[in-house]
């Protein structure tokens, strides 16, 4: 009677048990949106745009509350207590893996409504700019005559005229809500003469963006932390002696990025801009073929109704405060103090996120508040008051969505790229069942994403070393003449 070989006991004695933890990629689900909050005619409008572009319908809030901050800019402004008062420009940045949705959730505005809105701002610019040249070329008609005055005196002894007329206006610019080019010069100019009520930032690539702030400006970061605020600021420039002043410096901005490229960025000094933004990660929907009209005509008729809204007359024109409620003030105070004990509780990017979300629920009150009225049929006029409706709903979304994105975006999107080169090392091995790990050979033939090179490699090997799925590396000829290092893989692994 034969009797079943002894299990080999030597894996068992030398090997550890693979820790299967470095597999583990899982993001905590993010909250759901409330779209109710939005009111009922935008929160229609979202799950319309949402259905008929195959995306969750964060993808297309986000730069709905974008373009509506820039939109009503400095026309109005959130006013808390008569000492605080807070711009209604909002920072928004979607993340999600290529192909969630991102671009198709914000087509229907970018695409099919903004445009019109633009084009409805430059109604009278040509009018402008041809009176602009009409004024002109009298200033050098009369700066001519102050020349040829000036000749004949000199023939004649005649005392000289020394004041030479000026030219008495600078050429208006075309109006701007949308702006792609961002250095700090143009940004700048634009604010100060083409677009007195801020402006939207849009960036396809958000991280591209921040890490590139100071590629051409030492000072950049620190412009675009300053634009967030709303406060006077001015630009010197070399090649002219007048400075640009910025009555109010505040933009809205509206981009996206993968979680990839924002987990590189979150690993960086944190200075407090990151805090300004309002992240959104949900997680994809199933593709289905979208049969919904996106009802772009709905969102320019009332976005246009916040296009409308003017600032105060005065030199410089001022905005318009839209003042809290009593009880509002009081939803505010509650609210900034659960905020202030929930920040106690949080460290690093999550705890300065925390430190922003006072002023940030005010901004967005203002803009629901706005968004709710654009949104009815009628002929009302803007709201004059922050209701505690709108504060409550602000609250609610800020405290129990994008706080809870923020958590999700700060702890989920900042594992170490290391953690994630590591598990895509990991999924190989599982896949493929090596004896043996070569780092020549991923990096020439397997080419794993985000292990292109032999240091990249190595370092997520070395992960899988500390796991227990991997041996420190051995010398190892077998695929060349060239001594190669090899990781041995754990035995275990082949039958897992």
């Not at 509002?328 to 004990?341: H, I, K, N, P, S």
């Amino acid at each position: 009677m034969m009797t079943a070989a002894p299990p080999d006991l030597t894996i068992h004695q030398t090997w550890p048990e693979p820790d299967f933890a470095v597999l583990r990629r899982d993001r905590r689900p993010p909250p759901k949106l409330p779209i109710s909050a939005f009111g009922p005619a935008w929160a229609d409008w979202i799950a319309t745009a949402a259905e008929a572009a195959a995306c969750p319908p964060d993808y297309v809030a986000a730069p709905l509350l974008a373009t509506a901050s820039a939109l009503i800019g400095h026309a109005r402004w959130a006013q808390a207590t008569p000492g605080w008062v807070e711009p209604p420009h909002l920072w928004l940045g979607v993340v999600g893996d290529s192909g969630n949705g991102k671009s198709p959730g914000a087509d229907c505005l970018m695409r099919d409504v903004l445009p019109v809105i633009e084009r409805r701002m430059l109604a009278d610019f040509p009018d402008r700019l041809r009176d602009w040249g009409v004024r002109l070329e009298l200033d050098k008609a009369a700066r001519d005559s102050w020349r040829r005055d000036l000749r004949d005196a000199a023939k004649r002894g005649n005392p000289l005229f020394l004041v030479p007329p000026m030219i008495s206006c600078p050429q208006p610019q075309a109006p701007r809500l949308r702006q792609h080019d961002v250095t700090i010069g143009k940004v700048a100019e634009l604010l100060a003469h083409a677009a007195p009520k801020g402006l939207l930032i849009v960036r396809a690539e958000l991280v591209g963006w921040i890490a590139s702030m100071n590629a051409y400006n030492g000072g950049g970061r620190a412009f675009w932390i300053e634009a967030y605020g709303g406060r006077p600021y001015r630009v010197e420039r070399k090649a002219d002696p007048n400075p640009i002043i910025v009555p109010r410096l505040a933009v809205a901005v509206y981009g996206g990025t993968q979680p990839d490229r924002l987990a590189r960025l979150l690993r960086e000094a944190d200075d407090g801009l990151l805090g300004r933004l309002l992240w959104l990660w949900p997680e994809p929907v199933p593709f289905r073929l979208g049969q919904q009209n996106p009802r772009a005509e709905l969102a320019i008729r009332a976005l246009d109704r916040l296009r409308e809204l003017d600032l105060q007359p005065g030199d410089p024109p001022m905005p318009i405060r839209v003042p809290l409620t009593a009880e509002g003030r009081g939803l505010l105070e509650t609210f900034a103090r659960d905020m202030q004990e929930r920040q106690q509780g949080a460290d690093g990017l999550l705890r300065a996120a925390l430190g922003k979300v006072r002023g940030q629920v005010l901004r967005l009150a203002l803009v629901l508040e706005m968004l709710w009225w654009c949104g009815e049929d009628g002929v009302l006029p803007p709201p004059t008051r922050i209701s505690s409706r709108a504060l409550a709903a602000a609250a609610d979304l800020i405290g129990d969505y994008f706080m809870t994105m923020a958590e999700r975006v700060y702890g989920d999107a900042a594992a170490t790229t290391r953690d994630s080169d590591a598990a895509a090392l990991a999924y190989w091995i599982l896949g493929t069942r090596p004896k043996e790990v070569h780092i020549r050979y991923l990096q020439r033939e397997v080419r794993l994403p985000g292990l292109r090179t032999a240091e990249q490699i190595r370092e997520a090997a070395d992960l899988l070393v500390a796991a227990g799925w991997l041996r420190p590396p051995a010398l190892n000829t077998r695929y060349g003449p060239q001594a190669r290092l090899s990781y041995p893989v754990n035995p275990r692994l082949r039958s897992a």
